[in-house]
């Protein structure tokens, strides 16, 4: 695959969230009512069925297509999935009216995200709002169209084949399987977006892949690995199996150190498990890129300014592709913000201490090199108010580094 171009931004050039949703015939007139507050800004069109969306002459230019799973005719399923065949950057939302595991399953891949139906105006205009500021950052459509059609993300070889035999075995637990997919971003990225969704119905956002595991279960999990296959064995070349090892590599060594900072700050058991994957997933912008782009990607790692390579050769950096795909996947904000800005904080909003914060920190440490000392950007810490906490921050990165 060669390497996309900086082009125009993904997003509409006149700044309309454009919307389709495809419902039932029987419940268009009220989801258009309760739709009806999105007017400046907005071009939100309710449609009778998934045919009536697919013969939209616009149906290429929608930033979202929200689809009702309980259609006659065509099913949400199978528009869904045309969708994706035809137009894969636009983000594809499944809307069921009740908690529905067995259809999240089969959905895995095929939408980005699952919402309740019907669906408030707020919780669509969230999800559109994130979808489309995001998207602005990759300036390539070809790197859009990328990104808005991956069903999953390459797994560490070895964690692959351990996860695969951990499920065929009658001994294992789901805790074996849990701590092993905790340890791979990828894995890790898929079961929170799975157990996250509307589908199964949890009234709390989990972020540990541990105990997203055991809420899946077994059956579950046996059909994610072998039925449906979303867990896929990363195959690297020759060329950039170097690349890949040391992605995986900083994933975990980064995941551990961010997780202790948020022990030692007394941040909580849930602090804990934020900051630990929003560790584990920071890069994974970095992972889309050597995976689909090696040779290219293998150049900009090497140059002086990784970044501003970045986004010459690709028209977005690691940062920007990652952020996208997790806002995509429906991960928690302040993830996302880990992913987004972890080489320029400042550039965050935010100047409280969260996952964002730490990361930062843990990223350049682990990027040091004899020639690039930590490239900490010491005046957001200081507004954040953590300045004075940086030494023992960074003896628990090399803490980590060691024991990787």
Request: charged share 20%; net charge negative; proline share 7%.
């Amino acid at each position: 695959m060669s390497a996309p171009t900086a082009s125009s931004p993904g997003a509409a050039p006149d700044g309309l969230r454009r919307v389709l949703v495809a419902a039932d015939p029987s419940r268009v007139a009220a989801i258009r009512a309760s739709l009806g507050t999105l007017t400046d800004g907005w071009d939100v069109a309710v449609l009778p069925g998934g045919e009536a969306a697919l013969d939209r002459p616009d149906a290429d230019g929608a930033d979202v297509l929200a689809a009702s799973l309980h259609m006659p005719e065509m099913t949400g399923t199978e528009l869904l999935q045309t969708v994706r065949r035809r137009h894969p950057e636009v983000v594809r939302i499944a809307l069921s009216d009740r908690p529905d595991q067995q259809a999240a399953l089969k959905l895995t891949g095929i939408a980005h995200q699952f919402l309740t139906d019907p669906c408030g105006p707020d919780e669509l205009a969230d999800v559109v709002e994130r979808a489309v500021v995001l998207r602005r950052r990759l300036r390539s459509p070809a790197l859009v169209e990328l990104v808005s059609g991956l069903r999953s993300l390459p797994s560490m070889p070895t964690l692959h084949t351990e996860v695969v035999h951990l499920v065929m075995s009658p001994d294992s637990s789901l805790a074996d399987i849990g701590k092993v997919i905790s340890q791979d971003p990828g894995m890790s990225a898929k079961v929170l977006q799975l157990v996250n969704s509307a589908f199964f119905g949890l009234r709390q956002r989990i972020t540990d892949p541990t105990l997203a595991v055991r809420l899946l279960g077994t059956n579950t999990l046996i059909t994610l690995v072998l039925g449906v296959h979303i867990f896929t064995q990363g195959q690297a070349s020759r060329g950039n199996r170097d690349d890949m090892d040391r992605l995986f590599h900083r994933a975990v060594v980064a995941a551990a150190a961010s997780r202790e900072i948020a022990h030692a700050e007394r941040l909580g058991r849930d602090g804990m498990s934020d900051h630990h994957l929003a560790g584990m997933l920071h890069d994974i912008g970095k992972l889309v890129l050597a995976t689909n782009f090696p040779d290219e990607f293998a150049g900009v790692s090497e140059a002086p300014d990784p970044l501003d390579a970045e986004r010459r050769q690709f028209g977005a950096t690691h940062e920007d592709v990652g952020a996208y795909l997790l806002g995509l996947w429906g991960l928690p904000d302040p993830i996302v913000e880990a992913a987004a800005f972890h080489h320029r904080p400042g550039d965050s909003p935010s100047r409280t201490l969260s996952p964002l914060t730490v990361v930062h920190l843990v990223s350049a440490v682990v990027d040091a090199t004899p020639g690039r000392p930590p490239a900490i950007d010491t005046t957001y810490l200081g507004e954040v108010g953590i300045g004075h906490n940086v030494d023992a921050w960074m003896a628990s990165v090399e803490g980590a580094l060691g024991g990787g």
